[in-house]
């Protein structure tokens, strides 16, 4: 069995506790076991507390979930971009899988309930299918 862990954004801590059913929902069904979940205030921290997870050698796989919204300005989409390089230079140092569930950046209100589930299913998968 492998062992894997969580980032959660709590700035959306309602929606991001429903994606945590359906993920450890689906960590059961390809028998990953998560360790650790770790909640951050938001997108911006996912970065270093997905590292300090990668660098734990009982990590074999870290799923992230999340959204960013659009706002007003450009700064959600800035931000955004600039976690999901960081996530996917992570995932390449560290030579572990990273299973992105944040929806966004950009998402508008009525596209985040339909996204949840299935984000937070895929960003397991992901893990499961990589450590295969």
Do not use: Y
């Not at 062992?3 to 959306?12: E, K, P, R, T, Y």
């Not at 734990?56 to 659009?70: N, R, Y």
């Not at 309930?113 to 937070?120: D, G, V, Y």
């Amino acid at each position: 069995m492998s062992n894997i862990a969580l980032v959660c954004g709590s700035f959306h801590r309602t929606e991001i506790e429903r994606m945590l059913t359906w993920a450890r929902e689906e960590a059961t069904l390809h028998g990953l076991e998560i360790l650790e979940v770790v909640w951050v205030p938001g997108a911006m921290e996912v970065p270093l507390a997905l590292d300090r997870l990668l660098a734990d050698d009982e990590i074999d796989g870290v799923a992230c979930l999340g959204i960013i919204e659009k706002g007003q300005t450009q700064h959600g989409l800035a931000m955004g971009q600039a976690v999901i390089k960081t996530i996917i230079e992570l995932q390449l140092v560290h030579e572990k899988p990273v299973g992105l569930g944040i929806i966004g950046p950009g998402a508008e209100p009525e596209h985040i309930a339909p996204r949840l589930e299935p984000h937070a299913r895929a960003a397991v998968a992901a893990i499961a299918s990589m450590l295969q």
